[in-house]
């Protein structure tokens, strides 16, 4: 498990998954990943086109850079996966603390010579007694006095099932790259 913190902050990331397993407010110490006894955590999806294999889950995520308020993780294709997901790939997600927001991005390339279809998402619990608001690229959740905002960009951004999905399902060009944006501002 990798730890980032600011002053406003703390995050926890664990490598299996690339998921965000706490989102810690430090000046109220609210963990938006909790309510009372249940804990769930900000997933990841990265998934080809049948929708049958999670590669987020199933490969091996490795810190490549860390330093206190960011953290980055990698994950290659291997032997095994290009059997089921016949492609080449690498994904590099970053958590980024700056302020009272994280910023998750995901960095995907092709490395193969074939047109990759693929789907990846990110997805947010979203507990009893929150409100929201939906706007365009933007949700926004509220319960009491807190608030926490959800901004995308290359993602669909939906409120659904007691969770915000950010999704894009997409083909990319053989040796092509692509970046996505999901923005988490805590109030």
Known sequence: MQTIE???LRVAVDEKGGQ??????????????????????LEVAFKGADRSENWAQLLPWTVIDK????????????????????????AILTYLLEGNRVELKCYLKNNSHKDMPFSFAFTLPVFAGWS????????????????????????????????????????????????????????
């Open 6 to 8: 600011n002053s406003v």
């Open 20 to 41: 965000v397993l706490n989102l810690v407010n430090q000046n109220n110490q609210i963990d938006y990943l909790r309510d009372q006894d249940t804990r769930k955590n």
């Open 67 to 90: 330093g206190d308020a960011q953290v980055s993780l990698a994950l290659i294709d291997d032997n095994d996966s290009y059997q089921k997901f016949p492609y080449h790939f690498e």
């Open 132 to 187: 929201i608001t939906e706007r365009v690229n933007e949700l926004e959740l509220t319960r009491d006095e807190i608030t926490l905002k959800a901004e995308a960009t290359n993602f669909e951004l939906l409120a659904q099932n007691e969770q915000i999905i950010a999704a894009n399902d997409s083909t990319l060009k053989s040796d092509a790259s692509v970046e996505f944006k999901l923005a988490l501002t805590v109030s």
